[in-house]
């Protein structure tokens, strides 16, 4: 089956404690990317990846890394969380470049920062 | 980054009517898809349009793309309680390599 898989579905950490979020796709996409969804401001883009070893920045960086070892894996990494990035997260691909053919989705994350 | 305004924010109807959701932009967009989200998880792709006056069917959804490529509707007909969720519209456009989301329309269809 198609799809995007993202571990862990919930996660509660203290603030300052490093964590990584995995995002794995099996439809060989090379475009993918990172959102985090909150009540009022919708999705919003954080970080995304053309291609194996290219990524940029979104519309909300701050506080976030990623990285584009393979095709199939782009990681999220919060280096030292704070209660800010509370949110819910989720990761996509699509086979055209900026999504514009169609983004598969994640199930989401939801990330509590105490 | 474009900016897509999603109206109604939220809309409640009984089961069996029809409604009309909106996507509007100042921007033109060569890509503008529809997707609905269910809480907890993640938004499903439900349409892409790509030309002017295009429209698309999907049962009883139907998606239409302004001729000016700038506006966007979804209309359900017949709606029933598993329609109910969050709709989302995303535009990319040329020169620009990522996609602008919406806020969402929340529509609640109730038996």
């Known amino acids: 089956e198609a799809q995007v898989t993202q571990n862990p579905r919930y996660l509660i950490t203290v603030t300052g404690k490093k964590l990584t979020v995995t995002c794995s796709q099996n439809m060989n996409h090379e475009y993918m990317s990172w959102y985090r969804q909150d009540p009022g401001l919708g999705l919003r883009q954080i970080y995304y990846?053309?291609?194996?070893?290219?990524?940029d920045k979104g519309d909300v960086p701050e506080g976030y890394k990623v990285s584009r070892k393979e095709k199939r894996n782009f990681p999220l990494i919060l280096e030292s969380p704070s209660p800010n990035q509370t949110s819910l997260y989720f990761c996509a691909s699509s086979p055209g470049q900026g999504g514009f053919r169609g983004y598969t989705f994640g199930s989401g994350t939801r990330l509590t920062v105490v | 980054t474009q900016l897509l305004e999603q109206s109604p924010q939220f809309l409640s109807i009984q089961e069996g009517e029809n409604l009309t959701v909106y996507c509007n932009s100042s921007?033109?967009?060569?890509?503008l898809q529809w997707y609905r989200q269910e809480p907890g998880e993640g938004p499903v792709l439900l349409v892409t349009v790509v030309t002017g006056g295009e429209v698309k069917k999907l049962k009883r959804l139907t998606f239409q793309f302004g001729d000016a490529r700038k506006d966007s509707s979804l209309h359900i007909t017949a709606a029933q309680p598993g329609d109910t969720g969050l709709y989302l519209c995303a535009g990319g456009a040329d020169g620009n390599n990522r996609l602008a989301f919406g806020k969402g329309n929340q529509v609640v269809v109730i038996p």
């Open positions: 921007s033109v967009f060569s890509s």
């Open positions: 990846s053309m291609n194996v070893e290219v990524t």
